[in-house]
């Protein structure tokens, strides 16, 4: 199986801050990778696939980079609706895996 | 718009198998460049891949899983369903259905997730 390393694990950060979250994979996984959102109760959403294309719909304040084996998720401005849990997913091998989420606080 | 509803029993006894049903509106299963996907969640904790299977019936489960995971697929009610046998403590998690979008682009649609139980 591929792992995905994600850090940090937590963040606190003030609103308008830019925060980068980060997302390292085992092996080689081109640009499949997708980062995604979860609020508290919620299903996760999609913010950016194939590394770096922003999802219809999201606030383009979220970016993703990267390929191969190392990928980030930058948010340039946080805001109050912000506050909430990031995951990565390599979608390039089968079993798929996401990485252990980031928690962002507001500090 | 698609969408996808998670459905089934929320308490399972230990030892016991859980089932849910997955049921898709918007988008035939039969569609190609799919693939239709479960994904879980413990309390507090991350998503673990489950499996997933193709409109055609071909399926594909994590090897963590496999010896325990069944996913079928029903096209004329336009579902996909989850067994998993010999459940314990451990297999309580929010489930959640989800498209796999074949062609680089991942889990694209969810469904609203299902909390299940294993308790006696």
């Known amino acids: 199986d591929i792992q995905m390393t994600q850090s940090p694990s937590s963040l606190s950060a003030y609103v308008g801050d830019r925060v980068t979250i980060t997302c390292r994979a085992s092996q080689d996984i081109s640009d499949d990778l997708a980062w995604y959102q979860q609020k508290p109760g919620k299903a996760p959403q999609r913010l950016i696939y194939?590394?770096?294309n922003l999802q219809s719909g999201v606030p383009s304040r979220f970016s993703g980079s990267g390929s191969g084996t190392e990928f980030t998720l930058t948010i340039s401005s946080l805001q109050p609706e912000d506050f909430v849990t990031y995951y990565c997913?390599?979608?390039?091998?089968?079993?798929?895996?996401f990485g252990g989420g980031t928690k962002v606080e507001i500090k | 718009q698609l969408q996808l509803q998670e459905s089934g029993s929320g308490l399972v006894e230990p030892s016991q198998t859980l089932s849910l049903t997955c049921t898709v509106s918007?988008?035939?299963?039969?569609?190609?460049?799919?693939?239709w996907t479960w994904i879980r969640q413990p309390p507090g904790k991350g998503l673990e891949w489950i499996g997933y299977i193709f409109h055609s019936g071909s399926p594909y489960y994590n090897p963590s899983l496999k010896s325990r995971v069944t996913i079928s697929v029903d096209r004329s009610k336009n579902q996909f369903s989850l067994k998993l046998s010999s459940v314990t403590a451990a297999d309580t998690a929010v489930y959640y259905c989800a498209r796999d979008h074949r062609g680089g682009y991942g889990l694209d649609f969810w469904g609203q997730g299902i909390l299940v139980t294993v308790s006696s």
């Open positions: 997913l390599q979608h390039n091998t089968y079993p798929l895996t």
């Open positions: 194939a590394a770096s």
């Open positions: 918007g988008v035939a299963l039969r569609t190609g460049g799919y693939s």
